[in-house]
């Protein structure tokens, strides 16, 4: 158990989880960019409303989702000793599983800060909404 903890914080197992975040998210901005419709118009509406096609719809409620770790499988492939450390995956499929593992973990954690803390790829952090403290001076 304590070397699956080590490996799972080792730099090159954060540097793999970040480096999937950002190909995914430029895989969707590519993609959105290219074909407008498959955006969702809203986020609080009904699903007729929400997605301006059924593709829209699918592409958000299921590849989005499935991005990641196929991202992390196929960055797998590759034979990349940082991202493994010394003694981790030596095989491709043992790679590759890695790989579908921190892509879903990576996944996991952007969404939870992202709804936790509302923190944005595109925008960075959102502004607050609580009032100041009542003690402290604005300038």
Do not use: C
Request: hydrophobic share 45%; no cysteine; proline share 6%.
């Amino acid at each position: 158990m304590d070397e699956a903890f080590t490996q799972l914080i080792h730099t090159g197992t954060i540097v793999f989880g970040v480096s999937i975040i950002m190909v995914t998210f430029f895989i969707r901005k590519l993609v959105e960019t290219a074909v407008p419709s498959v955006q969702k118009k809203a986020d609080e509406n009904a699903p007729a409303i929400t997605y301006e096609t059924t593709f829209s719809r699918y592409w958000n409620q299921v590849i989005l989702y499935a991005l990641p770790p196929v991202v992390g499988a196929l960055i797998g492939i590759l034979d990349v000793p940082f991202l493994y450390g010394e003694d981790g995956a030596k095989t491709m499929l043992g790679r590759v599983f890695t790989g579908v593992f921190v892509g879903g973990v990576s996944a996991f954690v952007y969404k939870s800060a992202k709804k936790r803390w509302g923190i944005n790829l595109e925008t960075g952090l959102r502004q607050s909404t609580k009032p100041p403290p009542a003690n402290e001076v604005q300038p």
